[in-house]
């Protein structure tokens, strides 16, 4: 990766807008804009690659990043991430390899939010890390019932309905 980082650049007022820390107080807010880092790449730039890894998950600020895995040898492009959304959860909240390679599609800044920024809160504020994880919860619950209609669809099992008493 060739990336700048330094200290973040936006406010406790910006991170607000951001669904990751939505309802969090602003004392947390505020020690975030002052403790995190900045991750600056260019287009092209390599964030990490699948496989790698790691215990930080990102907040897209401005600019987007491309998704792709590795099928058969062949890269797939799985999606895009831009402003105000977040990717590489899983690496911290179930400490697994990276599952996809990441890349900046053009200029890109990012709030890197590692693991020991999380334990670092939790003994802060035990409630704002809840709100936190509970934000990627509800996050990584939408994602899945996305993905779920979408497997239904196309399979042609129906609507998109569940099945009543299913999960």
Not at 22 to 45: I, R
Not at 112 to 120: H, K, P, Q, T, V
Request: hydrophobic share 40%; with cysteine; glycine share 12%.
């Amino acid at each position: 990766m060739t990336a700048a980082s330094n200290h973040l650049s936006v406010g406790a007022e910006e991170l607000a807008q951001i669904g990751l820390f939505g309802g969090m107080p602003q004392s947390a807010l505020q020690h975030f804009a002052n403790e995190l880092s900045l991750v600056q790449l260019k287009d092209g730039d390599v964030l990490f690659r699948e496989g790698d890894s790691g215990r930080e998950l990102y907040v897209v600020l401005t600019g987007a990043v491309d998704v792709v895995r590795t099928r058969r040898g062949q890269a797939v492009p799985v999606g895009q991430v831009g402003a105000g959304r977040w990717f590489g959860e899983g690496c911290v909240l179930a400490v697994q390899p990276r599952s996809a390679t990441v890349a900046a599609s053009g200029p890109v800044e990012l709030l890197r939010l590692g693991a020991s920024d999380l334990n670092a809160l939790y003994r802060r504020d035990a409630k704002a890390y809840s709100l936190l994880v509970l934000n990627m919860a509800r996050d990584l619950g939408r994602e899945l019932r996305t993905l779920r209609e979408q497997m239904l669809q196309s399979s042609g099992d129906g609507d998109g309905d569940e099945p009543s008493g299913s999960r």
